[in-house]
């Protein structure tokens, strides 16, 4: 009997090397990740000792004994953070509930602001065909979603129903005959099904009822803002859009006022999308979309919305204006039980399509070898890990003056912490003069991977000059601008930055720092955010526990800008920008840099999975804040110099973040005031 080539291949060598090898890996892995928690283990361990051996500990029993008693209601106030937290938190909550009543029903028109924008005439007569499955809809969630569609502004609707519903929900179709009749004018369709085959096919039999030149997907319980398709229409006479979604929300019960969440999205952000359907509705797309990318497919039933929101914006971005975002409230996601705006639990499958919805896409842009996990934000939240390409030297530069302390923290921590074994050390040297630094450079030295290159810089101090002479001398394929006030904290820091940052598509990748005491110094970085009006730090100051908003600190995304405190860029990517802009001595340099990579069509990422330390400005002091007047003014100057060089790019608005927050907070804070809806 012949023997098949696959069972040749596993008696071979090299079928047995590979298993080898790959076990090895996976063993290392597991080394590593054992290593680090006996260290954190070891360092509790210790503390605990201390404390339980003190004599405060001791004499505190008493309290401790209140304590036990109220615990549960402080540790639910504490994951806010600080008093001063907890403060912004309230006041943030008292303009939600505002914004809740001015993004509900207040924002519908009425009287001459209806009648406005009933008479707009658009040079495009566009069709829209909502598809929606009905499966055992209730009765009054399918009266107000139908009415939702009749009652829009716009009127180029085509609304196309497949019926999953059993015998007994039979009186589903004697309801969409009644509002079919009401039209009067065809532009409702109804198709009841033999049977129940699955949203994905459900959906996919509401295709063959449309005849749009846009589709558009809503679900049977939910309700559209009246003027949505005309926020389309309104963006459609301005751009060639292939993909249109907007801004939503969830609500309970049987008044959309009752908000739970408003989810006000970013503009179109590919690896936000990777790590969550944050576009979900509403949503519409040409029909020539679908003709390439197929229709929903049922392998992927409960997350079948993102897998076909991954392939027709792939597919859009290379048309027109692509994806097209328009940042309003016009969708209103209906939670109830059983339903997964309520609970993703309640559709725990939905998790495993999700990943595989991701896990095709990536395949399909030629990635292999990644893997993918649930965040603590929420089960379809991912962390995606991208298999390294190769294992390029990286160097690490580090512009430094005196500060010995923190020099050798930094450095030590990087030796000692670090798990990926190609990188050099580019240490650049200006002006120092002490024996203390001078000594501990002699010390370093010896170490083959560390290089001290005296940038010979006899001026007043410029960031930006000491950059580009670092990155001159290193050697290495990819760049980490490191601040000599840091200390890692992440073993894999390296590779979690160098799994992005080997992307074509993308530029600097930026990692998350901590203050000492735990709290976000950086998470990425918001043009236009700040007194300045240049640009700041999201999610400034929350303390480590915190999900961020709508669970941005627990996912890599793609930002405007991230901070040259520690940006990772390939060497190529830094030289074809043309490095740091030496007009920016101190300030915005980074941001500066960042949007001149943006300019050249690449993305910026933040991940929050390479975690470090940083000492903010301990070796200069802040430039903001500093009382020292010449500080001041210096940082003043760059900030205009800023202000006009990207006036434009400022005037658009950050892509990242959407104009319904305040330039004013980090925090994702609402404005109090939404943009007009009639246009």
Known sequence: MPVSRETDREKSPEYYRELYEKELKKNEKLIEELADLEAEHAELKRKTDLLKNSFLFRASKPLRNIWAKFKHTVIRVKRYGSVKEIIRKLKSKKIERSACKLHGSLSFPTGEELEQAKKRKFSKGHIFSILVPLYNTDETFLRQFIESVTDQVYEGWQLCLADGSDEEHAGVGSIVREYMEKDGRGRIRYKKL???????????????????????????????????????????????????????????????????????????????????????????????????????????????????????????????????????????????????????????????????????????????????????????????????????????????????????RCISSIVERTSYDNYEIVVVENNSTSEEIRSYYAQINERENVTIADCGMRDSFNFSKLVNAGAEVANGEYLILLNNDTQVITRNWIEELLMYAQRKDVGAVGCKLFYGDYTVQHAGIVIGLGAHRTAGHTHYRLSKENLGYMGRLCYAQDVSAVTGACLMVSKEDFKGAGGFDEEFAVALNDVDFCLRLREKGLLNVFTPFAELFHYESASRGSDVEDAEREKAERYDREAELFREKWKDVLAAGDPYYNPNFSLDHSNYTLKVSPAPMVQ
């Open 194 to 408: 033999e049977k129940n085959e699955g949203i994905s096919k459900n959906t996919n039999a509401c295709f063959e009822l449309a005849d749009g030149d846009f589709y558009a997907l809503m679900d049977h319980d939910d309700i559209l803002h009246p003027m949505a398709l005309y926020e389309f229409m309104c963006l459609l006479e301005k751009k060639d859009a292939w993909y249109i979604y907007s801004d939503e929300a969830t609500f309970r019960g049987s008044s959309i006022d009752n908000m739970i969440t408003l989810h006000f999205k970013p503009d179109f952000a590919p690896d936000n999308l990777r790590a969550n359907n944050y576009i979900c509705h509403f949503s519409a797309f040409r029909k020539e979309l679908v003709d390439v990318v197929g229709r929903f497919r049922s392998e992927c039933d409960g997350s079948q919305d993102h897998d076909l929101i991954l392939r027709l914006t792939g597919e859009a971005v290379s048309h027109g204006d692509g994806v097209c975002h328009v940042p309003k409230i016009l969708y209103y996601w209906r939670s109830h039980a059983g339903s997964t705006a309520a609970d993703i639990n309640a559709k725990a499958y939905a998790i495993d399509a999700a990943k595989r919805a991701v896990s095709s896409y990536l395949r399909s842009l030629g990635f292999e070898d990644f893997e993918i996990e649930s965040t603590r934000a929420f089960a379809t939240i991912f962390r995606i890990r991208y298999a390294l390409e190769a294992k390029p030297l990286v160097s690490i530069i580090i512009p430094n003056h005196e500060h010995r302390e923190d020099l050798e």
